[in-house]
Every structure is written in C-alpha cells, then in structure tokens.
C-alpha cells in the first residue's frame, strides 16, 4: 500500500479491535470503578476475564529484573516449552499472532501476488497483504458462515497464501479437519490456518503437520492463557519456512518478560483447563438463555443475530447499559445485523442476557 495511504492502513487495522461504546457506558454512569452497579462488563474484545496463570507473572517478574540484557534472539526457552507442551514440531514466534501473520506475509508475498481470504473473517489478514502490495482475493462463506470448499480452492489454488479462520472470528464456527485436507492438497500454495481460539473447540489440526509442506498453525497467548497486554504469539511452521522467517523477521520481536511470561503460563495446565472448562459451560449458557438467535460456536465468543436492529445499535445500547459488546457491521461481507459478544465472568454474562431480554 502506497505512503499516503499508511494511515489509513493504521486506523483501519485499529478498527480491527474497536471495541467501541466506551463512551456510551461512561456517559451512563459505568465508570468501570470496583462498585459492583459500576463495572462495565467487557465483552467486546475476546479476552480472558481471568487473571494470568501465577506462574506466568512470577516467569515475568523474574525476566524483569534482567531487562538490561537483550532477549534471546531464537526464543530457545519459549520454544522449549511449546515442544514440551505440543510434542516436537516446528515454531516461530512473533509480537502477538497479528506479528506472526505480518512477518509470514512479508516472508512469502511479493507486491501483485495473491492472497486469498475465506470471508467474513478477521480483517488483519486483507490488511497486512495489502500492506505488502499483494492483489487480496475474498472467498465468501456460505450463508451458514461454513467454508464452501470448491469456492475456496477455486480462489485458493493459485494464491501465495490463503488464511483461513477456524474457529472463525466473528462467527464461531468450526472447520473440520476433512474440509482443511482437502484444501491444503489442491493448493499450491501455503494455507495459513488462525487457531487462535483453537483451545476452546474439539477440533485438533496438529496432526495435519506431519503430513503437509504447506501449513501454517497460527497460535496466541492472547486468549486462553490471558496474555493480551504482553503481546505474544507463535505458529506451527513446516521447517522449510524456518530460516526464511528469521530472516524477514527484526532481529528482536518478542521481549524477554513477554516471553518468561508465555513459558510459565504453558507449565500451567490446569489454568488453561479451568478456563476452557469455564467457558463451554458458559457458552452453552448463553446459547440456551439469549431470546435472540445465537450461532453455535467453537470459541469463547458467540454471535448473535439481532435483527431488526442493525448490531451498531444494538451494541451501542448495550452499552448504555453497561455491556461492551462488539458490533460485527465493520466486517466485509457479513450484513449488519450481528453483534460479537465474548464469554465474560460469570456476572458478566448473566448482565448481558438480563439487559439483552429486556430490550
Ligand atoms: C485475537 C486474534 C488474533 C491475534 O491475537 P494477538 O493478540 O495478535 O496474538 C489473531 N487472529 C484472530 C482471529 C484473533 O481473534
């Protein structure tokens, strides 16, 4: 993307986590301060309400006495404890998945490549290609949001690399692991496949590994393991990739608290199993007691169809009641009639379906 269109490519890939309606809920009174009637609940941005695993702050707070010296450049800790967490596989490491995708892409796309796209998705991935100069080709998802697999091979076969969202974001679905083979053996291309909230569904796509040159398995501490603010995320990469990723990479990406942090949060099973167990029972909750249609889901959000409203007005009178929520209209190709809403603590779902079945 030329110069001049930079910030336009900078507020757009903000709007990818707006959450907006901040304003509405602080003009409404929910200061967000620790009075219960004032909390906001915040459901907009799929993040895990619990507090990092302990033993990912103390691996952090560790690093941080040592911050005078650089980071280790291959991450050799961090990497360590995914093969002791996932088994021997090959991974690179990045500020956040959204690092990971845009080093991938800078590794692998010249300008006027294709880049393909299963839409409506995340909207990082159009972005950071058409930041690389990349011809971005959407491939639109059935009217259930399922993956039409012929229309995605027809716009797949012949892209550099195609990124497909599963469970997808914002719709919740899942891709099962069939339809994923049968896509990555007639492209010819790599298949970038966003796991980011893999944890939270019974799918599992590491075994396509072993099998295929062409896969890709983005992954993030943002999610499951309540790492947001500390920015790190990681991919499952056939080892061809490895060398080729270093070099597009700067030299030093992910910081050593970041890391310490991620690699005590992985030693920490039964964090990661209470919060997946916390969220499915929540999730089939919200299911059951939202008097709006809700899409099943493989992640820890749901999307609902609020129709007539359009989701704008909608999230924004949620908001006006102390719910953030997100509105899914800034996603091409979805309509105007969703809202994302993640799985929260407990009061804060029960908050969202009391206000949302009263309106
Ligand atoms: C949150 C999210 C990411 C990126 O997360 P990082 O915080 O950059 O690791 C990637 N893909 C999807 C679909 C997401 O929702």
Redesign the pocket.
Known sequence: MAKENDSRYTSLVRDCYRSGGYVFARRAGYTGEDDEACRVARLAS?ENPRPPSPLALERGCQALREVNRYPDERMADLVRALEKFHGQYHFVTGV????VIETVIRTLVCPGERVAVSTPT?S?YGLAAMAQGAEVVNSPRRPDFSVDVHQFVRSARDAKISFL?TPN?PTGNVTSRDDVEEILSAIHGVLFL?N??VEFCDEDYRPLMNRYENLIL?R????VFSL?GL???YAFVPLWLVPCYLRAATPFTVNSVSAAAATGALADRLHLKETVEGVKRLRELVVRECKYPVFHSGANFVMVDVSPSSGREMADRLAERGVLVRSCESFPGLGPHYIRVSIGEEWENARFLDVINAL
């Not at 956040?96 to 690092?99: Q, S, Y």
């Not at 993030?220 to 999610?223: E, G, L, R, V």
């Open positions: 799929n956040g998945m959204d690092g995340f990082f969202c974001n966003d980011a909230y983005g993030t501490f943002s999610k947001a920015r790190v995320g």
